[in-house]
């Protein structure tokens, strides 16, 4: 997946992605008909630049859609925990923060090990990720509409630490709830668990998560 580096100033660019105050957004859902679901403030007669600009100065702000038909802005300061995508009239312009993130094997997603998963990423040159907050983790799984990711986490049998796949020290994890379960090793994200879950190392039919390499 490619990389661009963000500016100053909100663009719309032809490529269909959305640059603005540090913040870039990659459009999501395009020709489908579909936004995320989660809690929206709704604004009126705004214009797409102003929509973006709108949510880029927000700190809250993962995702936003703009109608132009009606010019209504919707800035998502929440994202719910589900994979239900919610109808939308198919002219709608949906972004979310989801640049450098990419799924392997999409759509047809195979049983694999964690440490398949990894090699599925290092194979197109990129990295198995561990998304940066809970709320990003929900707008990849909307995104691609599948319900069961490998993540880049692991430990030491039961041990408390976790580590990424670099092996540096991961804190600040979103567990689901009565996780991490000893004494499973390998880190996934859920959707129906509502955050990240510990898994034995067998095949699963999860998709990789991947990053791109900076």
């Known amino acids: 997946m490619e990389t661009r580096s963000a500016c100053s100033l909100v ?27 989660g809690n929206a403030d709704l604004y ?39 994979a239900t995508r919610t109808p939308a009239p198919a002219s709608t312009h949906t972004y979310g923060d989801v640049v450098g993130y990419f799924f392997e094997n999409f759509p047809n997603p195979v049983a694999i090990s964690w440490a398949e ?32 990711a490998w993540v880049g986490i692991w430990r030491y049998s039961a041990a408390l630490t976790w580590y990424d796949v670099y092996d540096n020290v991961v804190d600040n994890l979103y567990w689901a709830p ?25 095949q699963r039919t999860y998709l990789p998560l991947c990053k791109s390499l900076p």
């Open 11 to 37: 663009l719309i660019l032809l490529a269909g992605q959305s640059i603005g105050y540090e913040v870039t957004y990659r459009r999501i859902f395009q020709g489908l008909g579909l936004t995320v679901t």
């Open 44 to 82: 009126q007669n705004l214009s797409l630049v102003r929509c973006a600009s709108l949510c880029s100065i927000r700190p809250s702000c993962f995702s936003w859609a703009w109608e132009p038909s009606s010019w209504a802005c919707m800035v998502y300061t929440s994202l719910s925990s589900t």
């Open 117 to 148: 998963a990894k090699g599925a990423c290092e194979s197109s040159g990129a990295f198995l990720a561990m998304p940066a907050s809970e709320e990003q983790a929900k707008l990849l799984m909307q995104w691609i509409g599948y319900n069961y």
């Open 178 to 202: 009565a996780e991490p379960e000893d004494p499973y090793q390998w880190g996934s994200y859920r959707v129906p668990s509502g955050g990240l879950v510990t898994t034995p190392t067998t």
